[in-house]
């Protein structure tokens, strides 16, 4: 007859049993148990990032040099779509965003994980927003249009594997239906009396007739040969395939692509009858509410804002007043001081080294200034600064347009804005803290 278990024994195994029970629920409801609740945000913000980052081929590759370090090995090359807002579709993809920010318990995760939940928090707000505004929003426009810009971006995609290149060249296919879509929102927008006005459709027909009148070859074929041309891993029958590719996409797609978006807008000319931009418009003032909270990123009302300028300028005014009541003979000067630079270089030079008295000072920081294309002066900003991805933080890229024939302080202050201490320094600054790839896809 078999021996009974003892009663010690019998406790120790129930102790066996009950001790990883135990154990976890130690963990969870303690401050070492934050670590499933982060694990668990983390996971869902990886997945969100995937999913977001592949909504455009070109944003994604503009966002990660690399995007299998962040488990994306499949995604479809397009520029995304354009697609008329459907109110109750948007807010219940808003409804389950927000069930599912509300279910991580903030108080359980780590610093970088808190500040990721509030900037999510607070783009699902700032989307709120749109409900009464959302045929207000415009992806074209004279100079920050996605036709004006687009160019830009195409010039200085960078070829780093042989998928780059195919993924390019898929993309310069997929530009047709990309302004036909964008061509349909706009047709839209005048059916319900909100597309623009007749001067922002000239600027943006004359900025089209200019890239498409380009002179031969186009400046587009012309840097996509020198791209070619430095990218090693390519066979000759290779790179002449690339370039009759890239050659017959140029005078099949784009070029086409851009003459058909033109013709559309052309064709609305006239639908556009408010001449008070947003002011003008029923929920316009919603509008600009949404982009002050999106865009500048800040929780001050319009009202609010005015008060400011009105407070600043006042301040601005007297100590101006008190400067040439102490010395009279600077109001003989008025000609802007002409600065002793020989290049835009040497002037963003001394700005990384002059700003160290108020602000940390980077290491190995690179960078490179460009001209904008003759063909595109004319519709581009004075100049801009191109994100790096988020992976590699390079390259750091400034754009100068010489038609903006600025004095030397003018481009002084403006490479002050776009490279140190302005967006090259805070996009550098904001790498070193090594925030989740989800952050970079955020303004705010």
């Known amino acids: 007859m078999p021996n009974k278990p003892s009663k010690k024994r019998l406790l120790f195994l129930l102790l066996l049993l009950f001790i990883p029970f135990f154990t976890f629920l130690l963990l969870w409801l303690t401050p070492a148990g934050n670590i499933f609740e982060n694990l668990r945000f983390e996971k869902y913000i990886n997945e969100r990032f995937r999913r977001e980052a592949c909504s455009s081929a070109i944003n994604l590759h503009y966002t990660l040099s690399d995007p299998s370090l962040a488990g994306i090995d499949d995604y479809e090359v397009s520029f995304g779509t354009v697609a008329v807002p459907d109110p109750q579709k948007q807010q219940t993809v808003r409804q389950e965003e927000e069930t599912a920010l509300n279910d991580f318990n903030e108080n ?24 009464s505004c959302c045929m207000l929003q415009e992806v074209l426009g004279p100079s920050l249009g996605t036709q004006a810009q687009l160019p830009i971006l195409l ?15 898929k993309l310069l296919n997929d530009l047709p239906r990309y302004f036909q879509e964008i061509l349909a929102f706009e047709q839209e927008k005048a059916r319900q009396g909100v597309f623009m006005n007749n001067a922002c459709v000239d600027g943006i027909i004359e900025q089209c007739a200019s890239f498409i009148n380009d002179s031969e070859p186009h400046y587009l074929q012309t840097v996509f040969e020198e791209k070619l041309a430095d990218f090693e891993d390519l066979s000759q029958e290779e790179r002449t395939a690339c370039l009759e590719a890239h050659k017959n996409l ?13 013709d559309g807008l052309a064709a609305l000319r006239g639908t556009g009858t408010n001449p008070a931009g947003l002011a003008g418009f029923e929920n316009g003032t919603d509008y600009y509410r949404y982009l002050l909270r999106s865009q500048v990123g800040t929780d001050a009302s319009p009202e609010e804002i005015e008060q400011r300028l009105y407070r600043q300028l006042n301040q601005d005014s007297k100590e101006v007043s008190e400067i040439a009541a102490r010395d009279p ?23 990384e ?18 001209t904008v294309d003759e063909a595109m002066e004319e519709f581009l900003s004075p100049a801009f600064y191109l994100t790096p ?10 754009y100068i347009n010489n038609s903006a024939d600025m004095s030397s302080l003018e481009l002084y202050t403006t490479l002050a804005h776009e490279g140190f201490p302005g967006h090259l320094y805070q996009t550098v600054c904001f790498s070193l803290t090594d925030a989740p790839y989800i952050r970079h896809l955020y303004t705010t």
């Open 108 to 131: 359980a995760l780590n610093t970088q994980n808190r500040i990721t939940l509030d900037t999510l928090r607070r783009n699902l707000e700032d989307q709120k927003l749109l409900d």
């Open 353 to 370: 080294t002059a700003i160290t008295e108020d602000f940390p000072a980077l290491d190995d920081v690179t960078w490179e200034i460009k």
């Open 250 to 262: 140029m005078q099949t797609c784009v070029l086409p692509a851009y003459q058909q978006l033109s």
């Open 389 to 398: 991805p988020a992976d590699t933080n390079a390259p750091n890229s400034i």
């Open 155 to 169: 010039a200085e995609y960078t070829f780093r594997t042989p998928q780059d290149i195919t993924d390019y060249l």
């Open 329 to 351: 003979a600077l109001l003989l000067s008025l000609s802007s001081p002409e600065l002793n630079f020989s290049s835009p270089e040497t002037m963003l030079e001394d700005l």
